[in-house]
């Protein structure tokens, strides 16, 4: 994943493209610094990155919200930079399989009436499952609705 995305950015500095690139370096700087964050040094897994791909992403986005209406100027940028994201992780998780997931997890816990107590349970056995696909807070609103 981090090779794809060095070779992404050669090929967007190859072709002038300014945003392209910034953006890429962007993310390139975000994995490098989990990658020495912590004790030790270590090479992140596509998992990982995938991770720090949809952080970067829903932050983009996040400030493009935030700029709306005042500064339209960066909020067009922020969400063009979200889009760039957007293309190196897989694609979004559709509503109804977000649900199946849930409800499968919660099958394999048994937790089915153990209420609220077990949000912390169910949403620990769903995101890896999600990771990159879906918006922790759908995820999370699914999970309470089906607790309870």
């Known amino acids: ?3 794809r995305l060095r070779t992404e950015l050669t090929a967007s500095m190859k072709a002038r493209d300014q945003l392209r690139s910034s953006t890429l370096r962007l993310v390139l700087t975000a994995i490098a610094n989990a990658e020495v964050a912590g004790k030790q040094a270590r090479e992140l897994s596509d998992d ?3 991770g720090i791909l949809a952080s970067q992403a829903k932050m983009r986005r ?3 919200t935030a700029f709306d209406g005042a500064r339209p100027e960066l909020a067009s ?3 063009s930079e979200a889009a ?3 293309e190196f992780l897989p694609e979004p998780m559709p509503s109804d399989e977000i649900a ?3 409800a ?3 099958e394999q816990l048994g937790v089915h009436d153990a209420g609220m107590q077990a949000m912390g349970r169910v949403m620990g056995a769903v995101t890896p499952l999600t990771l990159g696909r879906a918006d922790g807070g ?4 699914e999970v309470r609705r089906q607790l309870s």
């Open 1 to 3: 994943m981090k090779d």
């Open 48 to 50: 990982d990155i995938t």
């Open 62 to 64: 996040e400030a493009a």
């Open 77 to 79: 940028k922020e969400r």
């Open 84 to 86: 760039i994201i957007q």
């Open 100 to 102: 199946a997931v849930v």
């Open 104 to 106: 499968t997890i919660i």
């Open 138 to 141: 759908v995820v999370s609103a």
